[in-house]
Every structure is written in C-alpha cells, then in structure tokens.
C-alpha cells in the first residue's frame, strides 16, 4: 500500500473513531435530557410521620426549581441538577428565613418514576428525614413497588444513597485486616436506626478510589464521620453475590459535587489552576486534571503539569480554590499534598472534609 494510501486510511478511520464518539455522547446527552424532561411533575410519599408533596417546576441548563409542601408548609427550593449514568440527581435548597427550612438531595429513577433521596434541615438540632416518593399518575403496581419501607426500599432499587455514620472498613474476603490493593475494602455505616450497610469498593472509579487506602490512622480519624453513599447495585465478581458498589461518597447536608467533564465550572477551576502555576514559576506548562470536586465555595484539583523542556517532564500537582461556577481562584498549590494540607488547614479551618479528603486531607 502506498503511503498516500496508508494516510488516507489513516485519515478515514480517525473520522469514523471522531464521529463514533460524538454519536455516542450526542446519544447520552439526548438520553440525559429525555429523563430530565421525564423528572418535571409532582410527587407525594411519606416524609417522617406526615405526608410531602414536591413539585418539580423547572429546569434550564444545570439548575432546578420548584417547591415543597407538608401540610400547610409551603416552600420554595432551588438549585442544581446533573446528570450521572443517565440518572439525575438534584441539590436544592430551602430559601432558610423559615426555622424548619432545609436542603433537599435526590434523585429521579427514570424507571419507577420516583424521587428517591433525604432533606436535610439547617437547624442541626432536628434529624434527617429519607424519602421516596412516586411520581403522580403512576400506576397503583409501580406507586406500591416504589413505596418507601423502612430504608427507602433499597432492595428494589438499581442505585440510591444511604446516610450514616462511618463505622469501619471490613478487609476482603480472605483477609483480616482492610487491604491496600485498590478497591479490594467494604465501607460501613450506620444509619440513625443503627443498621449497618456495608459497600463493596472493588468497582470503584475516581470517585471513591481514594477511599481504597485508608490505612490504620485514616480509620481512626474517620470514625463517627457522617457519610452519604451513592450506590448502585450489581454482582460482585470475586463472589458472584448481589451487592451494592460505592458509586461516590460525600457528607449528608455537604453540597460537595464533581463537576460535569468538559463543563464551563470545570474548565474555569483549570484555567486558574494554570494561571496561578504560570504566574510562580514563570512557565507555561500544558495540564491535566485527574480529580476536581468542588462545592460550599469550595473546591480542590489534583492533576499533572507537564513540562516538556523539564527533566522527567511531569510534575504531580494539588491546588485548593474559592469560588463558584465560572470564577475561581486559587487559595495555595504545592507538589507535596501534606504540606500544603497543613497550611490550609491553619489558615482555612473551615473548607469542607470531602474537599480534603480528595487530597487525602483527613
């Protein structure tokens, strides 16, 4: 085959890759918006010992809105919506001049036509409440299946979370202590009942992977944390056992959130993260970010600057920021993660644990 003829293939298999790839995001984006569209109408279920109604009203880009009813309470909410393996899940908040206001987190399961998900009041002397409510115009077969009983019916559901307090890592099968093979570790909690709920991490993605090494004084400092657990249930592979796999692990009540790939709130926290770097060291590095969680006006990224005309080329990098949406900045940097933990946190006591945890700041 001609060279001319090699670059020509060349060229035409990477258009078919290209465009396979844009179908394939253009197809879960439409996916995406088809359950977001899916998610607007009104739901009702219990809520503690009353009845609650939620209206799902608007959504425009990432945001949400709409309002909440418990007898003759009623509130308005707002705040962010985002899509997550076709599944969206809402932050929104209560406008807080009423004592019983609070923040609702749930999420829309396109196939039961239920929100699923725990409110969380801002005067800390009263308790979460879980819920999960059906969709109205449901059938009465689909309204009983996705009734809330006892833990909001996990067992029927194909993913949730649950709200707890952290009570250890049970090791793999076969071993006595908590393994430091990635996602080898069981996280366990304990919810307000005082049940246990156990998680298998051997799935785990970015997301949860820094959970996969806790070692001795990690587990120490972090029992009688409180914890919420995205999950999705699925067959274990070592076991061939039903289980449920950590999907992402936050605080109740904490609106710490991954931002979107690709998003405007991510190419933001980037783009300081660079200007920052370039501005001490006078270089202009290419960077790539393998972690960034944000939220509370908080965010933290770790990730490589690549430094072609520099021995060995990449240089590990950890920044912790202040900020929202499209304007970050950040607060301190450095290559070594316990250093700049100890200055964050003398002089910024108050930035959310999930935001450290990442860095593995614990």
Request: charged letters at 30%; proline letters at 6%.
């Amino acid at each position: 085959m001609s060279m001319s003829k090699v670059r020509s293939f060349t060229i035409l298999l990477a258009s078919v890759t290209v465009g396979a790839v844009a179908a394939a995001a253009q197809a879960e984006k439409a996916a995406g918006d088809a359950s977001l569209n899916d998610a607007l109408g009104v739901y009702s279920g219990p809520f503690g010992p009353n009845t609650i109604t939620v209206r799902l009203e608007k959504m425009e880009g990432n945001t949400a809105s709409g309002y909440s009813e418990v007898g003759k309470n009623r509130r308005p909410f707002s705040g962010s919506v985002a899509v997550r393996d076709g599944v969206p899940r809402f932050d929104v908040r209560e406008p807080g001049d009423n004592p019983q206001d609070g923040a609702f987190r749930f999420q829309f399961l396109p196939d039961q036509k239920t929100l699923v998900g725990t409110w969380t009041p801002n005067d800390r002397k009263l308790t979460d409440v879980s819920f999960t409510l059906a969709k109205r115009g449901q059938t009465e077969e689909n309204a009983k299946s996705s009734t809330a009983d006892g833990d909001r019916q996990e067992t029927a559901a194909t993913s949730g979370y649950t709200d707890g307090t952290f009570v250890r890592f049970d090791p793999p099968d076969g071993m006595k202590e908590p393994s430091v093979t990635t996602n080898a570790n069981r996280l366990v909690i304990k919810d307000a009942n005082g049940r246990e709920h156990s998680f298998e991490m051997y799935r785990a993605h970015a997301r949860v992977g820094f959970y996969n090494y806790p070692g001795p004084e990690l587990v120490k400092k972090m029992i009688g944390d409180r914890k919420r657990i995205y999950w999705e249930s699925g067959v274990d592979p070592r076991t061939g056992k039903s289980v449920k796999f950590a999907d992402e692990i936050t605080e109740p009540g904490v609106e710490i959130y991954w931002p979107e790939a690709g998003s405007t709130e991510e190419k933001a926290i980037t783009d300081a993260v660079r200007a920052a770097y370039r501005e001490r060291f006078k270089k202009r590095p290419t960077f790539r970010n393998d972690k960034i969680k944000a939220g509370n006006g908080w965010a933290c990224f770790v990730g490589l600057a690549n430094e072609p005309d520099e021995p060995g080329g990449k240089r590990g990098w950890h920044a912790v920021l202040r900020g929202g949406g499209a304007k970050w900045q950040v607060v301190d940097a450095d290559e070594d993660n316990r250093k700049l933990l100890q200055r964050i946190l003398r002089k910024h006591p108050a930035v959310p644990g999930d935001v450290r945890v990442i860095l593995n700041f614990y």
